[in-house]
């Protein structure tokens, strides 16, 4: 035996007797025979043993039902806590990196680096946008289709917008029109009334007018700017300017998307700001920061009657994406997901769209 162990066996056997004495308890050599055994066994396992006394003492303290005060219903709700040495990846699974693009990769060890635990919703599933075996198209008839299919879907269900596109490509034997049939098209009369019968109502005729005219009448200054680095509030801008029914919000759903940048945040977005909401639930100290350090105040556009979940100010929601830049757009994708808004299956329905499958 060591003399760490004897020195603890002593200690052990006189704090036994000093506890007895200031009690002022007798009892049998025997008895007390037994508990000194029995509390030297119990130190030497601790001794040979420490991890597994360690984590067993972390799980037993974690794991008790925990006692919140909720300040709006004043009820009590029974917490139960994660035992904080559960063993979760640490990085990227080599699996999940060999489907995806070397930048989307980088993005993401950027973004866990920053935090942690942004690692299990970001590997619920795979990232179809950046998925290897997906090609970016980078032609003017891709961006052109792309924006249309925007267009089309604005203020529709999942299942109207669907049906219009359909009806949309089977007017055009099953094939999206490029943008130089479609402006043509569109200024005849009996062809007009025809794609109005897909279902597009006249404001998103209007809408559909602009977008051809912009790509037929700007092709090269079209491919200038999205070729172009570094210049994603001058395509929102230009976008914005120049289609009828584009905005700011559409604009940035087009440039991750359509042209995958990566460093673009939609505060105005529904589902970003339930999942931010959702996100900053547990992380009292990063709302005290951001709230601390806020500069010019930009209010939330968000109006819910019966949200059920708190709305943070766009300001402050942009702060905190700061910390993911510049890698914002997959962090979109993780605040997407963690509010199950259905991103993957948005970014289907376009590329069907644009390639013109019903």
Not at 88 to 106: D, R, T
Not at 262 to 272: K, P, R, S, T, Y
Request: with cysteine; charged share 30%; glycine share 4%.
């Amino acid at each position: 035996m060591s003399h760490q162990g004897k020195v603890g066996i002593i200690y052990i056997y006189i704090s036994i007797c000093k506890c007895y004495v200031t009690k002022k308890k007798f009892i049998s050599s025997t008895t007390f025979a037994l508990e000194v055994r029995l509390k030297i066994i119990w130190h030497i396992f601790q001794t040979k043993y420490p991890r597994i006394m360690t984590k067993r003492t972390i799980a037993e303290v974690e794991l008790e039902d925990s006692t919140i005060k909720n300040e709006d219903t004043q009820a009590e709700t029974k917490v139960l806590k994660v035992d904080a040495k559960i063993d979760l990846p640490s990085e990227i699974p080599k699996e999940f990196a060999l489907k995806h693009i070397e930048e989307f990769n980088k993005a993401c060890q950027y973004i866990i680096k920053v935090d942690p635990t942004l690692l299990e919703p970001l590997l619920i599933h795979e990232a179809p946008l950046y998925l290897l075996t997906s090609e970016a198209d980078n032609t003017l008839q891709s961006y052109f289709a792309r924006l249309a299919s925007v267009i089309v879907a604005q203020q529709l269900s999942g299942h109207a917008a669907k049906s219009i596109k359909k009806k949309f490509i089977e007017h055009f034997d099953n094939k999206f029109p490029t943008y130089k049939d479609l402006y043509h098209d569109l200024k005849d009369d009996d062809e007009r009334k025809q794609i109005l019968a897909c279902g597009l109502s006249q404001r998103k005729m209007t809408y559909l007018d602009s977008l051809t005219t912009y790509f037929y009448e700007n092709e090269e200054n079209i491919r200038k700017l999205f070729d172009g680095k570094d210049n994603d509030q001058e395509i929102i801008d230009e976008l914005v300017k120049n289609i009828k029914g584009i905005g700011p919000w559409s604009a940035k759903m087009f440039l991750i998307t359509g042209l995958r940048r990566f460093d673009v945040f939609a505060a105005e977005d529904l589902g970003i700001a339930r999942g931010f909401s959702k996100y900053l639930s547990d992380k009292p100290e990063l709302v005290k920061s951001l709230i601390s350090t806020r500069g010019v105040i930009k209010k939330s556009k968000i109006k819910h009657k019966k949200v059920n979940w708190k709305i943070y100010d766009d300001d402050i929601m942009e702060k905190c994406a700061e910390r993911f830049a510049p890698y914002r757009s997959v962090f979109m994708f993780i605040l997407w997901r963690m509010s199950n808004t259905h991103l993957d299956a948005v970014i289907k329905n376009e590329n069907d769209f644009a390639r013109g499958h019903q």
